[in-house]
Antibody, heavy 116, light 107 residues
Framework: QVQLQESGPGLVKPSETLSLTCSVS????????WSWIRQPPGKGLEWIGY???????NYNPSLKSRVTISVDTSRDQLSLKLTSVTAADTAVYYC??????????WGQGTLVTVSS | DIQMTQSPSTLSASVGDRVTITCRAS??????LAWIQQKPGKAPNLLIY???NLESGVPSRFSGSGSGTEFTLTIRSLQPDDAATYYC?????????FGQGTKVEIK
């Protein structure tokens, strides 16, 4: 059974870059798409973007200028970088498998707080 | 971008009730819609995909229907374990969009 585990700093300063990693276990990154999704405290889900194992990406237009998602197939990991963060980027960040469009496997999520 | 609008935002129902949540898309998404359940403090969980297909392991009291721009999630006989927030998600386009969520409370 595929499991996802997000990791990275829980606290990021304003204007700096948020960097997270998602490790995939129990299965391979091939041949799926993989998404990052976030949820501000007490609010709904927001799709950030996805990456195909081949490296093809697509991002939420509202975040596109600040987001980079990458994949390391040799390590079965994907990464998220979000630049120039503000308090509005404080959220639980999830990685998830995008299987033919549906998000069928989710990580447990990791809370990232943007604060000085 | 495709916008997804859910109604109601909150509903309160009794155990055994039939519950229906509606999701409307700003343009046709054919049948490319999923329903996701999120319990407090937990990661979301897929219930329904392609508008009406039940994900493996999901109780049969959950069902989905619709196509084009209007979709529904029905819980046939509400159980205490169903207290959660439910989201619809479209995947018709290259991007993905979630509805704002519907919180289901048990009376």
């Amino acid at each position: 059974q595929v499991q996802l585990q997000e990791s990275g700093p829980g606290l990021v300063k304003p204007s700096e870059t948020l960097s997270l990693t998602c490790s995939v276990s129990g299965g391979s990154i091939n041949p799926y798409y993989w998404s990052w999704i976030r949820q501000p405290p007490g609010k709904g889900l927001e799709w950030i973007g996805y990456i195909h194992y081949s490296g093809t990406t697509n991002y939420n237009p509202s975040l596109k200028s600040r987001v980079t998602i990458s994949v390391d197939t040799s390590r079965d990991q994907l990464s998220l970088k979000l630049t120039s963060v503000t308090a509005a980027d404080t959220a639980v960040y999830y990685c998830a498998r995008d299987r033919s469009g549906r998000t069928d496997v989710w990580g447990q999520g990791t809370l990232v707080t943007v604060s000085s | 971008d495709i916008q997804m609008t859910q109604s109601p935002s909150t509903l309160s129902a009794s155990v055994g009730d039939r519950v229906t949540i509606t999701c409307r898309a700003s343009q046709s998404i054919s049948g490319w819609l999923a329903w996701i359940q999120q319990k407090p403090g937990k990661a979301p969980n897929l219930l329904i995909y392609d508008a009406s297909n039940l994900e493996s392991g999901v109780p049969s009291r959950f069902s989905g229907s619709g196509s084009g721009t209007e979709f529904t999630l029905t819980i046939r006989s509400l159980q205490p374990d169903d207290a959660a927030t439910y989201y619809c998600q479209q995947y018709n386009s290259f991007s993905r969009t979630f509805g704002q969520g519907t919180k289901v409370e048990i009376k």
